[in-house]
C-alpha cells in the first residue's frame, strides 16, 4: 500500500526550515528517502531503519517512529538547492524488502 | 563507471507500435527493476528482477514485457503501445546491503510519448 506524505507542495525563502511526514498503514521496518531535481533521476538521500534513529545528509535530516509508522524528513537552513521533489519508500513485508512503494512526492521549492 | 544508463532518452510512437527500452548497469547488481512515472502519481513499479533470468510483476504489469537475459540488462517491451502508456520510465539496480538493506540507483529516464 502506497504511503502517504504530506504537505504535497511547500514554497520556502532560503534559509527557512521545512518538515516532510510520510506514514504508513502497514507495519515498518525501515524507510527510504530520495531526492528528485527537475527532469533528473531520483537519487537516495538515505535509509531509516527500525529502532527510531535519525540520519543526516547535508543539512537534511530524518527520523523515524515504527510504532507510529511514520517518518519525517527535516531540511534546516534551506539552500536553492534543495528544491525538488522528496520521495520516501516503503520496502515490502516477508522477504521482498527489495521491492520499495513510493509515496506520490512532495515538491519542495526554495526562492532566493 | 557509468552506474545505470537507459536508452532512448527520448521516444514517441504510434498507437499500436512496438518498442524495447534498454537499461544497462554496471555496478554488478542482482536487482533491477523498472518503474514509470507519472504527474502526480509518484513511482509506480512494472516488473523487477532478483537475478538473471528471473523476472516478476510489479504494480502495473499490463501491456509490457521484460527479460533479464543478462545480469547487467533488463530489457522493457511494449508490444502494442497505447496513448496511456506516455510516461517517463525509469529503470533502477540495487544489491543487498544486509541489515541496511537495499539502495536503489536509478537511470536517467526515457520519455516516452504515445500519440
Known amino acids: 500500500q502506497q504511503p502517504v506524505q504530506s504537505p504535497q507542495a511547500v514554497i520556502l525563502r532560503e534559509g527557512e526550515d521545512a518538515v516532510i511526514n510520510c506514514s504508513s498503514s502497514?507495519?515498518?521496518?525501515?524507510v527510504h528517502w530520495y531526492r528528485q531535481k527537475h527532469g533528473e533521476a531520483p537519487v537516495f538521500l538515505m535509509i531509516?531503519?527500525?529502532?527510531?534513529e535519525q540520519k543526516g545528509h547535508e543539512k537534511i535530516s530524518a527520523s523515524f517512529n515504527e510504532k507510529k509508522q511514520q517518518s519525517s524528513l527535516y531540511l534546516t537552513a534551506s539552500q536553492l538547492s534543495y528544491s525538488g521533489t522528496y520521495f520516501c519508500?516503503?520496502?515490502?513485508?516477508?522477504?521482498?524488502?527489495?521491492?520499495?512503494?513510493f509515496g506520490k512526492g512532495t515538491l519542495l521549492t526554495v526562492n532566493p | 563507471n557509468a552506474g545505470v544508463t537507459q536508452t532512448p532518452k527520448f521516444r514517441v510512437l504510434k498507437t499500436g507500435q512496438s518498442m524495447t527500452l534498454l537499461c544497462a548497469q554496471d555496478?554488478?547488481?542482482?536487482?533491477m527493476y523498472w518503474y514509470r512515472q507519472d504527474p502526480g502519481m509518484g513511482l509506480r513499479l512494472i516488473h523487477y528482477?532478483?537475478?538473471?533470468?528471473?523476472?516478476a510483476k510489479g504494480e502495473v504489469p499490463d501491456g509490457y514485457n521484460v527479460s533479464r537475459l543478462k545480469k547487467q540488462n533488463f530489457l522493457l517491451g511494449l508490444e502494442s503501445a497505447a496513448p496511456s502508456q506516455t510516461s517517463v520510465y525509469f529503470c533502477?539496480?540495487?544489491?543487498?546491503?544486509?541489515?541496511?538493506?537495499?539502495?536503489?540507483?536509478f537511470g536517467p529516464g526515457t520519455r516516452l510519448t504515445v500519440l
Open positions: 555496478m554488478n547488481h542482482e536487482y
Open positions: 528482477s532478483v537475478g538473471e533470468g528471473t523476472t
Open positions: 531509516l531503519l527500525k529502532g527510531g
Open positions: 519508500g516503503t520496502p515490502g513485508g516477508g522477504g521482498s524488502n527489495y521491492k520499495l512503494t
Open positions: 502497514k507495519a515498518l521496518y525501515s
Open positions: 533502477a539496480s540495487s544489491y543487498d546491503r544486509g541489515s541496511k538493506g537495499h539502495t536503489q540507483y
